[in-house]
């Protein structure tokens, strides 16, 4: 197994709204806000190459929206999900699976593109398989007043259309489930229902790709839980005991959202999980 970082791009969010109830006196210490009180956001994907196999987990925004709609989100930096695959040695058209943690559009919006006349939409990913589960799609293409501007139906109906779209069957009585992709699956529910989160086991060491559940290093502690979680009390429960067993099994985290920050491990202290060391993909697998 190979493991690559695949930077899609850079954005901005309020940190009022990325940290809930917590001051700003606080967050601020570890997620500066800018004038306008933004902080800075990545979407930081996963490629995995296994055997025949190029799994990609996530996708960004992609690139279809409008100039107005980018315009909310203050996209910065020169990340792009071409340049990342290709300095990994790839071209989308590679990829055979691309798994979607959950289908906010920043984290699926990647996944369909304009025709090449731009009259309607396709897959970006013209040989994969598109995973989710059936209660997240449910969800997400019946969306709550609450979710709905985050669940774009340009970015969902093209892959059902299309024929690549499967599900994960969830195992209900089970913290950590495995899946035909290879890796384990973590379901949380507080951020939207039936997220699901990549457990990767690499040369004896579990590693988690965080997604919505912790987005950042700032958002380790357990009451920092975003103003965008549909049920932050769940996510307080969820946190704590993702917490609970990533500090007892050793286990690194891989950021989505943090960007300047990759990958973490945690250390027990008497205000409970809190951040240990800060790594690097280059320096954890020698990629870029």
């Not at 304009?114 to 209660?135: C, I, L, Q, S, V």
């Not at 690549?164 to 035909?180: A, G, T, Y």
């Not at 959202?257 to 973490?264: E, F, L, T, V, Y």
């Amino acid at each position: 197994m190979t493991i690559y970082p695949i930077e899609t791009g850079n954005f901005k969010l309020d940190g009022g709204a990325m940290f809930g109830v917590v001051p700003k006196s606080i967050w601020n210490k570890t997620n500066p806000a800018d004038a306008n009180n933004m902080i800075d956001l990545a979407a930081r994907c996963l490629l995995i190459e296994d055997g025949e196999r190029l799994i990609l987990i996530d996708n960004g925004l992609g690139n279809k929206q409008s100039e107005k709609f980018f315009g909310y989100y203050y996209l910065w930096g020169d990340h792009s999900l071409d340049k990342s695959l290709k300095n990994a040695g790839f071209h989308r058209d590679d990829v055979t699976d691309v798994f979607l943690t959950h289908l906010h559009f920043d984290h699926c919006g990647g996944s369909i593109q304009w025709n090449k006349d731009r009259t309607g939409y396709e897959p970006a990913f013209k040989n994969a398989r598109f995973w989710t589960n059936k209660d997240h799609w449910e969800w997400a293409t019946k969306p709550n007043a609450r979710e709905k501007a985050s669940f774009l139906k340009e970015n969902l109906i093209p892959m059902q259309e299309s024929g690549q779209l499967h599900f994960i069957d969830r195992k209900e009585s089970s913290f950590l489930q495995e899946s035909e992709l290879g890796f384990g699956i973590h379901f949380v529910d507080g951020h939207t229902d039936k997220q699901m989160l990549p457990h990767l086991n690499y040369k004896g060491k579990t590693m988690v790709f965080a997604a919505d559940l912790i987005p950042t290093v700032g958002h380790i502690p357990l009451p920092y839980v975003m103003g965008y979680d549909t049920r932050p009390l769940l996510t307080l429960q969820e946190k704590a005991s993702f917490l609970e067993k990533a500090v007892d099994n050793d286990w690194l985290l891989l950021f989505e959202h943090d960007a300047h920050n990759q990958i973490c491990s945690l250390k027990r202290t008497e205000k409970g999980a809190r951040l240990d060391q800060l790594f690097s993909y280059n320096e954890l697998f020698n990629t870029q």
